[in-house]
């Protein structure tokens, strides 16, 4: 298996700019995560999702975050508008529901200039 | 609520030297362990976990832990060091359901 995939690996965009991070979970893989990591805060868990469905998204810091899941295999989170404060790279990390392991992406490192 | 804590933010470690990373974790029930890796930006890759059974884990790469109820803790051992080694390590906890709680790392230097 190719692992979760995570597009783009870097985004430079100029503040009030939308971005669309997108994440390809390992297939068959029910549980899908976004976490965002920054020096300040570690890694922070921003919504997840169970079978397509969002089940917690008290993570994410604000409306201008919102995070879609239209199908298994695919999930994006969009900034709209974003913000030089939300600059921190972005994991999406995946898991099946019969072992309590989590597989990462490489990550999206953004840059809100 | 659960919470974890990775007292040291840098380590230095001389090649061929003993390693122990510290991870001390705040939970109700037992709760399950794991340990991460992070190279330079790369995402994170799971080293080992502990979720019942035998205290003493072992992982990928060489590498050790071993879950101790009473410390609440979950140390991070590896015998001899190697330069690869060189990377941000993180604690996480997690029960049986769904998002882990991540320490905020130890970045782990080797030096020749």
């Known amino acids: 298996d190719a692992g979760v995939i995570q597009s783009p690996r870097h985004e430079v965009t100029e503040m009030g700019q939308e971005v669309t991070l997108r994440c390809k979970p390992i297939s068959g893989h029910d549980y899908l995560f976004w976490y965002r990591q920054t020096m300040m805060r570690g890694l922070e868990l921003l919504i997840y999702f169970n079978n397509n469905v969002p089940i917690d998204d008290s993570g994410m810091p604000e409306d201008r975050f919102s995070a879609k899941m239209p199908n298994a295999s695919f999930s994006t989170l969009k900034i709209q508008p974003s913000e030089p404060r939300d600059s921190a790279v972005y994991f999406c990390?995946?898991?099946?529901?019969?072992?309590?392991?989590?597989?990462f992406g490489a990550g999206t490192r953004l840059s809100v200039l | 609520a659960q919470s974890v804590t990775q007292p040291d933010i840098h380590i230095t470690v001389s090649e061929g030297a003993s390693l122990e990373l510290r991870c001390n974790y705040s939970y109700g029930a037992t709760p399950y362990l794991f340990w991460y890796v992070q190279s330079p930006g790369q995402g994170l890759q799971l080293l080992l976990k502990?979720?019942?059974?035998?205290?003493l884990v072992q992982g990928i790469k060489g590498f050790e832990a071993e879950f101790k109820r009473s410390q609440s803790s979950f140390n991070l051992r590896k015998p001899s060091v190697h330069w690869s080694d060189a990377a941000e390590y993180f604690c996480a906890v997690g029960n049986s359901g769904y998002a882990l709680n991540f320490g905020k790392g130890t970045s782990l230097l080797v030096t020749p």
């Open positions: 990390a995946s898991r099946g529901s019969a072992k309590n392991i989590q597989y």
């Open positions: 502990y979720f019942s059974g035998d205290t």
